[in-house]
């Protein structure tokens, strides 16, 4: 039986050379393509442990085992795309209080208008539930011929994109999506920052990531025709209910 190894001390323990050699020889096994990016992802958390998740590797766990849990998270996140994930609709029932409230303060509508409303905020809310997904596949679709590539399933803690050169990019798709505790353990660190859209009005910051990211080419409108193709191409990244009248008005 093997130590309870965290995989910090298993990289400690391997040497940068070591770690580099079972990961890839672990993820070949695993069918990723150690040099389509991956490499440069892992040699990062080699160069700075603090980037290393501190939930990788646990009990019974040798260095390889460790370093396999690692290359499976990558790889489910990878796997987990945008444009391969099949979303599941929403687990939770609507609380019926909120149609009461809604009626209340806008008593001319009926009950047939409160279940539309109630149905399209629970779409509303399965789509931003995918936005952070489109956002990042979008990225890793466009940024890899710069040299940027993408720490899938939170590879990296608190990074978001890794550059071969070894700088770290963290994004979020508002300014206000990230909190104090998140922000303060970038404190001392070469993390860059960026977020695509401010909280309290329509500005997009797509330039200054053009900047951040030595490119000229990203934009809204390149965006935005991304996340419509990625829905067309696999609608079930989008879950919709069967009851929804809104799916059934499309479907008709």
Same mark, same amino acid.
């Given at each position: 039986m093997g130590a309870y190894l965290k995989?910090?001390?298993?990289l400690r323990r391997l040497g940068e050379k070591g770690s580099k050699a079972a990961a890839r020889d672990i993820a070949q096994e695993l069918e990723l393509e150690w040099e389509d990016g991956l490499c440069y992802v892992f040699t990062s958390i080699i160069a700075d442990p603090e980037r290393i998740p501190g #939930?990788?590797? +646990?009990?019974?766990d040798d260095e390889r085992a /460790?370093?396999?849990k690692w290359l499976l998270r990558y790889k489910r996140g990878q796997e987990g795309c945008a444009s391969r994930r099949e979303s599941n609709t929403p687990g939770t029932v609507a609380d019926p209080v909120i149609e009461e409230i809604i009626?209340?303060?806008l008593s001319a509508l009926n009950s047939e208008d409160l279940e539309r409303i109630q149905y399209a905020h629970r779409l509303a809310m399965s789509?931003? #539930?995918?936005? +952070?997904?489109?956002?990042?596949?979008?990225? /890793?679709?466009?940024l890899r011929k710069f040299g940027w590539y993408c720490a899938w399933g939170e590879t990296v803690r608190s990074v978001d994109f890794v550059h071969?050169?070894?700088?770290l990019l963290q994004i979020k798709n508002r300014s206000n999506s990230e909190n104090s505790s998140s922000s303060a353990i970038r404190t001392g660190t070469n993390i860059?920052?960026?977020y695509r859209i401010k909280a309290d009005r329509l500005e997009y910051l797509w330039d200054s990531l053009n900047k951040?990211?030595?490119t000229t080419h990203l934009s809204e409108e390149s965006f935005v025709r991304f996340a419509q193709k990625t829905i067309l191409e696999n609608p079930n990244c989008l879950a919709v209910e069967d009851e929804n009248p809104w799916g059934k008005s499309a479907k008709e």
């Open positions: 995989l910090k001390d298993a #939930n990788v590797g +646990g009990k019974a /460790a370093i396999r009626k209340a303060r789509a931003e #539930n995918i936005l +952070g997904l489109i956002l990042e596949e979008y990225l /890793a679709v466009n071969k050169t070894g700088k860059e920052k960026w951040i990211c030595g």
